[in-house]
């Protein structure tokens, strides 16, 4: 006797998912589930369209509250920035690294290999923004941790922009 298939761990129930969330099945009940089924193959794999309905019903509505959840989040974030906003400079008395011009201008240089052409300290001195407001001490190891998070996007193959 051949084994069901489970849906609850199907490739099908991944890729519902996946068109939900990139927009190519609408959240909304504009698309009928029975057009909605006929767009993959993978889906009638699982009963047939009689059970279909539901589980697109289902996943609509697990995207949905999580969809919710996420605008719910970025609101109380936003809520809690404009209360408490981040501190303009560190314990140190320094601007904040992140975000400044200065973070944009290494990652720009390193773009361009500038760091392999010299020593930390000259590579310091090339640029106002980096020895006006931030020791040498301290822009050597911003070098170090932007290579290692470089090494990091390489190793796990993430296809963030190196500006995020």
């Not at 609850?8 to 609408?26: F, M, P, V, W, Y």
């Not at 240089?109 to 090339?126: A, I, K, L, N, R």
């Amino acid at each position: 006797m051949p084994k069901k298939k489970n849906w609850q761990n199907s490739e099908a129930k991944k890729l519902l998912l996946q068109d939900l969330r990139s927009g190519l099945i609408t959240l909304d009940t504009k698309m009928t589930p029975m057009e909605v089924y006929c767009q993959r193959p993978e889906f009638a794999e699982f009963g047939g369209y009689k059970n279909f309905p539901s589980r697109l019903r289902s996943a609509r509505q697990q995207i949905s509250s999580k969809n919710d959840r996420c605008v719910s989040d970025s609101d109380a974030l936003a809520h809690d920035r404009r209360i408490y906003p981040k501190a303009a400079t560190n314990y140190r008395g320094e601007p904040r690294w992140e975000g400044s011009e200065a973070e944009r201008l290494l990652r720009h240089d390193m773009d361009e290999g500038q760091h392999e052409m010299m020593t930390p300290m000259m590579f310091w001195e090339s640029r106002n923004e980096y020895k006006d407001n931030y020791t040498s001490e301290v822009f050597r190891q911003h070098i170090y941790q932007e290579a290692k998070r470089r090494k990091f996007l390489a190793q796990y193959g993430c296809s963030r922009n190196n500006n995020s």
